[in-house]
Nanobody, 127 residues
Framework: QVELVESGGGLVQAGASLRLSCAAS????????MGWFRQAPGKEREFVAA????????YYADSVKGRFTISRDNAKNTVYLEMNSLKPEDTAVYYC????????????????????WGQGTQVTVSS
């Protein structure tokens, strides 16, 4: 069992930056690939970024590539999402998720692959 708690959301103006954090419980954090997803009102949850268990292999949605950076600190059981040059279309509830996976190089873009989810943190970007 893994519990995930996101933090760092807020209200910012377009062009600003935010750093989201997701703290995980448990002693097997390094066994999980981690992902960030987001859901805007009236829309389906969508992939934002993911990072492999080991060696920091990262994957991004085209809409955030070059602006967002995912990272993890396995010693702190924490995954981060650094968000720069924020746009109003980035407004959503952001969720982190954990995927138990054998391959230490891979991380899925699919919501269905993830076993555990946090409660989400709201990010609002004003124009």
């Amino acid at each position: 069992q893994v519990e995930l708690v996101e933090s760092g959301g807020g209200l910012v103006q377009a062009g600003a930056s935010l750093r989201l954090s997701c703290a995980a419980s448990g002693r097997t954090f390094s066994s999980y690939a981690m992902g960030w997803f987001r859901q805007a009102p009236g829309k389906e949850r969508e992939f934002v970024a993911a990072i492999s268990r080991m060696f920091g292999m990262s994957y991004y949605a085209d809409s955030v590539k070059g602006r967002f950076t995912i990272s993890r600190d396995n010693a702190k059981n924490t995954v981060y999402l650094e968000m720069n040059s924020l746009k109003p279309e980035d407004t959503a509830v952001y969720y982190c998720a954990a995927d138990w996976i054998m391959d230490y190089r891979l991380a899925s873009r699919s919501t269905g692959s993830y076993d555990y989810w946090g409660q989400g943190t709201q990010v609002t970007v004003s124009s």
